[in-house]
């Protein structure tokens, strides 16, 4: 095992411990120390896998149901499907991927705080952009952008419909996930009618010279907006 996959495996041990306390004792100092004494791992050791603690934790658990989304989107046969299909189905893979409602609901609540709102924000962005890459966007101007941002809004409404669903297999939270994908890509249409409108290109010719000039990041790069690069 490489020291890669070792430290990976420490991270891994760390958060699953931690899991068993966020229910009662949210993501917390409280929790980084019980899950520290439970995984047998020294707290220093652990500062350096998770350097601020629960916040740390709490993004890594976001991770990894990024991650069990994108393993369950690479078994499905993509292509065949119409592009709100593939949204949907996404989104509703990255919320499936979610084992224990009460840990996400913590989260939700832990990322809502004024020092934690910019890392919970920038992990639903993170989260959506992995989908669409996963998905093959290739838009490589200011569609990168609002691709993302509109994405980001409709996991982020789905996910809290989801947390308060009581219906039967979560039913309701899936019509409310296609009812936004459908309201997104009906905005879509509306702007290509737009832009193909002769009137309307000219009325709009300024700021779609501007909106021209904004370029996707390079992969690798800050991609999260209001960041400068390295920031």
């Known amino acids: 095992m490489t020291e890669k996959d070792t430290r990976a495996a420490r ?3 760390l958060l699953d411990a931690a899991l068993v306390h966020v229910s ?11 899950a520290c004494r439970d995984a047998g791992i020294d707290p220093a050791e652990a500062r350096i896998l998770f350097p601020r603690g629960a916040l740390d934790l709490a993004l890594a658990y976001h991770a990894r149901g ?20 593939r949204i949907a189905m996404a989104i509703r893979f ?8 009460e840990a996400a609901r913590r989260a939700t609540t832990f990322f809502a705080l004024p020092g934690n709102a910019l890392d919970g924000a920038r992990a639903i962005w993170d989260t959506a952009d992995r989908i669409w890459t996963a998905l093959g966007d290739e838009a490589d101007d200011i569609n990168w952008y609002t691709k ?13 419909y989801w947390l308060g669903d009581e219906s039967e297999g979560h039913a309701r939270s899936w019509e409310f996930l296609d009812s936004r994908v459908d309201d997104v890509m009906n905005l879509e249409r509306v702007r290509a009618r737009i832009t193909g409108n002769p009137v309307m290109k000219l009325i709009f010719a300024g700021p779609n010279w501007l909106a021209g000039q904004v370029r996707a990041p390079k992969r690798g790069e800050e991609a999260f907006p209001g960041r400068w690069p390295g920031a």
């Open 11 to 13: 991270m891994s041990t």
């Open 24 to 34: 009662f004792d949210g993501w917390s100092d409280g929790t980084f120390a019980a």
């Open 66 to 85: 990024d991650a069990e989304m994108l393993r369950r989107l690479e078994r499905e046969d993509l292509p065949t499907l119409r592009l709100r299909d």
């Open 94 to 101: 990255r919320i499936e991927a979610i084992e224990d409602r």
């Open 148 to 160: 993302r941002a509109s994405l980001a809004g409709v996991y982020s409404a789905t996910l809290l």
